[in-house]
């Protein structure tokens, strides 16, 4: 009898369960090789479906493909327990020989069991072991039979038990790397090898179903070299071409002298750097040309950019575009626009419905060159979406530059700090932490392992001085502003300058601005900026303003502090609302960007109608950086004379990391519990196997008691949960169009992809009383959310209010 993995849907060729699971295995061992877990992954591989040896999955699939309108319920037949049972069965045992073939089947186990859904928890907050449920508890009348069919069609017994002897012998020597706590770098591992599982079986269904073979991509070692000439040309290119006036000559003279530091730097091995380049510096393409030279040195597989805003990432992509000359192996990944977070335990249908297609989307960043997001890099490790963590294997083995690294969320430090010492040490991955104000990372008590003599830039001290385009006006100690002041300070400045942007702490307090200065009728373009808008639209606006300001024209931008972190503006003017020191630093970097004005000033300003007692971090670093001007106003010399120098700085993030010490770790209200102590706890340090024990008067037979499933569901790197949704702005309307499900996967995967540009998040009270007021549209078997034209116009992006300006008859 054919023992049935997949249905191809468009000629119903039947795929073997032994062709899938040592295709699966051949994938996944070849994500885990490049660190050395080649068979810990190929055995989640090869065990994944062996539950798809039974009668009863084989008469399962196909009643779905055979009555595809009445198809039996999805996940009646679980396929998914029986590897991880058995591994349990064979190889858990309370002996101390076995301590490491038992601990391998915990890992490995129970990525299989969850690998339709999430990992699942050893121990859970109501004292139950979901995974001993599965693998030691559950009845599976078939297991024996699927069991025997697995050791004559797949691999015989006595293979199985030498091979498991090899990735437990890979075990030992991942663990023989730990200096952190073992239960730290064992869900790491965990995570790392149910990221292998997860990515090799979509991808080997995919291929499958698209009767495709494996992608042949060019070599990426040729394609690097192919960039780094590409590079090399562009840099000749600025070194021949002057710019006009002296300041301009020094910025690009130091610009190129960073530039060429970094391709140095470069030939150092692998590990964590800082690359403390002043804004306006040109640490895109410094950073690049570090990350060739790196990447061909030590045979990486990709490059990732990881930026705090989606606002720059089209930016950066341009930018990175223009010089390597190539559109299809540079990927930007904005956001998720599929809302997956919570995806079933039970199995699926096996069958290519829209779930199906929408789950093997190609969407695992495996291009060459990635630019991402902060919250996509947090989430890959740490939420509860199997379609995030499919990602992981993918950060290993590359090299990784962090722009604007201050931005990570206080909460998710201790993780951030986690993920990044765990893909440097065990991940062979190189990391760039980028920015002109580096935090101090090495100073919590979860420390990032930063390189010691690890800044890649020479006296750094040196050179923020001679890029010195600025001064900074404190109007903030001694005085405050509301809206129709501020209006009206603006105009005095457009006396003198003609360009002015304005940064503000709220959207609310922006929108207000802006309508009070279009309601003034002033001969001047006024311009507004906010996460209200999709990337798509927020890019059209600065384009706008770019041209304006190019050609000299008078300009009023108004924004949040999304324009801050890396956008390529430069205003004559720029009036920044208090905030962190950091974000001040920022601000100063959108103000004579190349020196071309000579000497400018950024006005800090303390905002009266500014509502921070949702927005802590805010609030906190507002505070602190009134006490560092405050001290600068009694002693001008203080810290060398310059409020944004490195001391001032350093000064700064001590301060501000001390104020947050307690709240590092990603505290779970709800449990009472920090998110740390979940993912990394011993089994000693565990309330819950504490309680566990005195509950039942006896130990839980498992040696790892982690919540994984528990976690991840408590993790969102925006404090309140939000749910993306397309809107209908421009080729957006497209977009929604062609949300009928009837494309191909890899048809699939490119919308996918262009929807990102135009989509926004939406917190819950914003979906609420847009489904109140039938401004929601489901697609995709309610997968995919489109917002109704009424609720968002091309003045301020989406209006909850409803005054929707685009007037679209799509719906």
């Known amino acids: 009898m054919e023992y049935i993995a997949h249905i191809r849907e468009c000629d119903k060729r039947i795929q073997t369960v032994e062709e899938h699971l040592l295709e699966v295995k051949k994938l996944a061992e070849s994500y885990g090789e490049p660190i050395g877990l080649k068979h810990l992954a190929g055995l989640a591989g090869m065990l994944h479906d062996l539950g798809k040896y039974t009668q009863t999955f084989r008469n399962y699939i196909l009643e779905a493909v055979m009555n595809p309108e009445s198809p039996p319920k999805r996940g009646s037949v679980d396929h998914s327990t029986a590897g991880?049972?058995?591994?349990?069965?064979?190889?858990?045992?309370?002996?101390?020989?076995?301590?490491?073939?038992?601990?391998?089947?915990?890992?490995?186990?129970?990525?299989?069991?969850?690998?339709?859904?999430?990992?699942?928890?050893?121990?859970s907050p109501d004292l139950e072991s979901p995974f001993l449920n599965r693998v030691r508890d559950k009845e599976l009348t078939e297991f024996p039979e699927a069991r025997e069919h697995f050791f004559k069609n797949v691999m015989s017994k006595k293979d199985l038990f030498d091979y498991t002897t090899l990735a437990e012998e890979e075990l030992k020597a991942y663990l023989s790397?730990?200096?952190?706590?073992?239960?730290?770098?064992?869900?790491?591992?965990?995570?790392?090898?149910?990221?292998?599982?997860?990515?090799?079986?979509?991808?080997?269904?995919?291929?499958?179903?698209?009767?495709?073979?494996?992608?042949?991509?060019?070599?990426?070692?040729?394609?690097?070299?192919?960039?780094?000439?590409?590079?090399?040309?562009?840099?000749?290119?600025?070194?021949?071409?002057?710019?006009?006036?002296?300041?301009?000559?020094?910025?690009?003279h130091l610009r190129m002298s960073m530039s060429e530091q970094c391709e140095e730097f470069a030939k150092r091995p692998s590990g964590i750097y800082t690359l403390s380049i002043p804004?306006?510096?040109?640490?895109?393409?410094?950073?690049?040309?570090?990350?060739?030279?790196?990447?061909?040195l030590y045979n990486n597989d990709r490059i990732i950019y990881v930026v705090p805003y989606t606002t720059i990432i089209e930016q950066n992509a341009e930018e990175i575009r223009k010089i390597l000359k190539d559109d299809i192996h540079i990927l930007e990944h904005h956001s998720n626009v599929i809302d997956d977070?919570?995806?079933?335990?039970?199995?699926?249908?096996?069958?290519?419905?829209?779930?199906?297609?929408?789950?093997?989307?190609?969407?695992?960043?495996?291009?060459?060159?990635?630019?991402?997001?902060?919250?996509?890099?947090?989430?890959?490790?740490?939420?509860?979406?199997?379609?995030?963590?499919?990602?992981?294997?993918?950060?290993?083995?590359?090299?990784?530059?962090?722009?604007?690294?201050?931005?990570?969320?206080?909460?998710?430090?201790?993780?951030?700090?986690?993920?990044?010492?765990?893909?440097?040490?065990?991940?062979?991955?190189?990391?760039?932490?980028?920015?002109?104000?580096?935090?101090?990372?090495?100073?919590?008590?979860?420390?990032?392992?930063?390189?010691?003599?690890?800044?890649?830039?020479?006296?750094?001290?040196?050179?923020?001085?001679?890029?010195?385009?600025?001064?900074?006006?404190?109007?903030?100690?001694?005085?405050?502003?509301?809206?129709?002041?501020?209006?009206?300070?603006?105009?005095?400045?457009?006396?003198?300058?003609?360009?002015?942007?304005?940064?503000?702490?709220?959207?609310?307090?922006?929108?207000?601005?802006?309508?009070?200065?279009?309601?003034?009728?002033?001969?001047?373009?006024?311009?507004?900026l906010s996460t209200l808008m999709c990337a798509a639209h927020r890019?059209?606006?600065?384009?706008?303003?770019?041209?304006?300001?190019?050609?000299?024209?008078?300009?009023?931008?108004?924004?949040?502090?999304?324009?801050?972190?890396?956008?390529?503006?430069?205003?004559?003017?720029?009036?920044?609302?208090?905030?962190?020191?950091?974000?001040?630093?920022?601000?100063?970097?959108?103000?004579?960007?190349?020196?071309?004005?000579?000497?400018?000033?950024?006005?800090?300003?303390?905002?009266?109608?500014?509502?921070?007692?949702?927005?802590?971090?805010?609030?906190?670093?507002?505070?602190?950086?009134?006490?560092?001007?405050?001290?600068?106003?009694?002693?001008?010399?203080?810290?060398?004379?310059?409020?944004?120098?490195?001391?001032?700085?350093?000064?700064?993030?001590?301060?501000?990391?001390?104020?947050?010490?307690?709240?590092?770790?990603?505290?779970?209200p709800s449990l009472q519990k920090d998110m740390t102590e979940l993912l990394f706890a011993s089994k000693r340090a565990s309330a819950y196997n504490q309680s566990y024990l005195h509950n039942k008067m006896e130990q839980i037979p498992l040696l790892l008691v982690n919540s994984y499933k528990t976690a991840a569901k408590n993790f969102h790197v925006i404090d309140n949960i939000t749910t993306p949704v397309i809107v209908p702005y421009e080729e957006g309307i497209d977009v929604i169009a062609a949300l009928n499900g009837n494309q191909s996967i890899d048809d699939l995967s490119q919308l996918l992809r262009k929807a990102q540009s135009y989509s926004i998040n939406l917190y819950s009270y914003e979906r609420e009383q847009l489904e109140r007021q039938g401004q929601l549209v489901y697609y995709l078997e309610g997968q995919l959310i489109a917002l109704k034209d009424g609720a968002y116009n091309d003045e301020f992006g989406f209006d909850l209010e409803g005054e929707g300006g685009l007037n679209l008859k799509m719906f």
């Open 177 to 252: 790397k730990g200096e952190n706590s073992a239960f730290e770098i064992i869900a790491f591992l965990t995570k790392f090898i149910f990221s292998c599982l997860i990515d090799g079986d979509r991808t080997n269904t995919r291929l499958f179903e698209e009767n495709e073979t494996i992608d042949t991509h060019e070599k990426k070692a040729k394609l690097f070299d192919d960039y780094y000439e590409k590079l090399r040309k562009k840099l000749k290119t600025l070194q021949s071409t002057g710019h006009g006036s002296d300041k301009e000559s020094i910025i690009n």
């Open 539 to 668: 890019k059209k606006i600065l384009n706008q303003v770019r041209k304006l300001l190019k050609n000299g024209k008078k300009v009023i931008c108004v924004s949040t502090q999304l324009i801050e972190a890396g956008v390529d503006v430069s205003f004559e003017c720029v009036i920044r609302s208090l905030a962190g020191l950091d974000s001040i630093a920022q601000a100063a970097g959108r103000c004579n960007r190349h020196g071309e004005y000579g000497i400018r000033r950024v006005y800090v300003i303390d905002h009266e109608e500014e509502t921070l007692d949702r927005l802590k971090e805010i609030q906190v670093g507002k505070q602190i950086t009134r006490k560092i001007l405050i001290d600068f106003k009694n002693d001008k010399n203080y810290h060398g004379g310059n409020v944004l120098s490195k001391k001032a700085m350093d000064r700064y993030f001590q301060e501000y990391f001390s104020a947050f010490k307690n709240n590092l770790n990603y505290f779970i």
């Open 341 to 528: 977070s919570m995806d079933d335990d039970e199995d699926e249908d096996e069958v290519a419905n829209i779930r199906q297609k929408l789950k093997l989307a190609k969407d695992n960043w495996d291009s060459p060159v990635i630019l991402t997001t902060m919250v996509q890099f947090l989430n890959t490790f740490y939420a509860i979406s199997s379609r995030d963590i499919r990602r992981l294997h993918n950060l290993t083995n590359a090299v990784i530059i962090f722009d604007e690294v201050q931005k990570v969320p206080v909460p998710c430090v201790s993780l951030f700090n986690g993920a990044v010492n765990f893909l440097k040490k065990y991940g062979h991955s190189s990391i760039i932490l980028c920015t002109a104000t580096q935090p101090a990372l090495d100073f919590v008590e979860h420390k990032l392992e930063i390189n010691s003599d690890g800044e890649m830039i020479d006296h750094p001290d040196q050179v923020i001085k001679a890029f010195k385009r600025v001064e900074v006006v404190d109007r903030a100690t001694d005085e405050s502003f509301n809206n129709q002041r501020l209006a009206a300070f603006i105009v005095e400045r457009l006396e003198e300058v003609r360009s002015v942007l304005v940064i503000l702490n709220t959207k609310s307090v922006v929108k207000d601005l802006y309508s009070q200065l279009k309601e003034m009728k002033m001969d001047v373009p006024v311009f507004h």
């Open 84 to 123: 991880g049972k058995l591994l349990f069965e064979y190889f858990h045992k309370p002996w101390k020989d076995y301590q490491f073939k038992s601990l391998l089947s915990e890992i490995v186990g129970n990525a299989i069991i969850s690998h339709h859904s999430y990992l699942q928890d050893f121990l």
């Open 279 to 296: 804004t306006g510096g040109g640490k895109t393409l410094a950073s690049l040309r570090y990350a060739l030279k790196h990447a061909r």
